[in-house]
């Protein structure tokens, strides 16, 4: 595996029993693989449902698949147990998109960044404090605000705790997920520029998932699109906005302005609702919704294949739209 890679997945796939009687196996990823470099952030977009949030989880364990490996810089992590699993959590960390609900009402901001030194059994190697002080600067934030509780703290204020948090133990990669989603516009953007600066400032990757595609395009270096469970396109950022070859791809696309109007056209509807996950369309699972589908589509799925270079699309298509 390249020194370049941080992070890899191999044909990851991870089902769920659905809900109620007789509801089938839910494929929330199902066969995905791809590579996360070492100091890229790679956005992750797709509807609701897609399976991002499940795949960002997988990654880092809080989720077990079914099938597929995990590494993390070549080691595999898929089948890690006890302390090993516990000291890989240290290298790779979470932002969840609701900073509300995963910071505990009870505890004050410093409980808080306390806990990870305590979970890791590092509160008597280290000064504790000073490095909770540190974590706060880093973040923008003041000290006054250790003794103070959540409901305390305005929304951007709660999220930027949630960073300093994921950052405590000095991780390698950041799943972000929907991390600035439940952001006003005007915190989002001051967010946004945090996570970039703490980026550059301590060499970290990302892994952003993000189901708005203006927020992916200013952060990421490249951009994956998932489809019911898998990935329908990867590229540079760069590429994939001038050249995207995915017809979801180009239908998410044309739904923003500052990206798709004016170089391709007007917006494209999508007909339909997201298929059942417990009960994907056979052949390309986009062929009921897709304005070009054909016959060869609903018997045939179409693999991911590199088109050109880093460029990356599952469709039949493909060749044709390079
Ligand atoms: Fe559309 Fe067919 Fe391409 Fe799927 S394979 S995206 S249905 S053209």
């Known amino acids: 595996m390249s020194e370049d890679v941080l992070m890899r997945a191999v044909d990851l796939k991870v089902y769920f029993k659905g809900e109620g009687r007789g509801a089938g196996i839910v494929r929330a990823v199902d066969g995905v693989s791809l590579d996360i470099l070492r100091g890229e952030t790679l956005g992750i977009v797709g509807e609701s449902g897609c399976g991002k949030s499940t795949l960002g989880r997988t990654l880092l364990r809080l989720q077990e698949p079914v099938a597929g490996s995990i590494f993390l810089e070549g080691r595999d992590i898929s089948r890690l147990r006890g302390a090993a ?27 808080i960044l306390r806990e ?14 000073a490095r909770i002080c540190e974590l706060l600067r880093l973040v923008g934030l003041d000290e006054y605000l250790l003794s103070r509780y959540p409901h305390e703290l305005s929304g951007g204020q709660k999220q ?21 989603s439940a952001l006003d516009v005007s915190v989002q953007a001051q967010v946004l520029n945090l996570l970039q600066e703490l980026k550059e ?15 992916v395009y200013q952060v990421s270096d490249r951009v994956g699109v998932m489809y019911l469970g898998k990935l329908v396109e990867l590229a540079d950022c760069a590429q994939l906005y001038e050249k995207r070859c995915h017809p979801y791809t180009e239908a998410l696309l044309s739904a923003v302005p500052r990206v798709g109007a004016g170089e391709r056209g007007e ?29 060869k589509c609903r018997v045939s799925e179409p693999v991911l294949t590199e088109v050109e270079p880093g460029h990356f699309v599952a469709c039949h298509l493909a060749g044709d739209a390079t």
């Open 85 to 111: 699993l516990k000291q890989m959590r240290r290298e790779a960390q979470i932002v969840f998109q609701d900073p509300s609900a995963c910071l505990n009402p009870r505890r004050t901001v410093r409980q």
């Open 116 to 129: 990870p030194f305590g979970i890791h059994g590092m509160e008597g190697t280290m000064d504790v404090d």
């Open 160 to 180: 930027r705790i949630g960073i300093a948090r994921a950052l405590a133990l000095e991780p390698k990669i950041v799943v972000c997920d929907e991390a600035v």
């Open 201 to 215: 400032k301590l060499h970290l990757t990302y892994f952003f998932i993000s189901h708005n595609l203006n927020v």
């Open 267 to 295: 917006r494209i509807h999508l007909a339909g609702e997201v298929p059942d996950p417990a009960n994907p369309p056979s052949g390309c699972r986009f062929h009921t919704r897709c304005p070009k589908a054909c016959e």
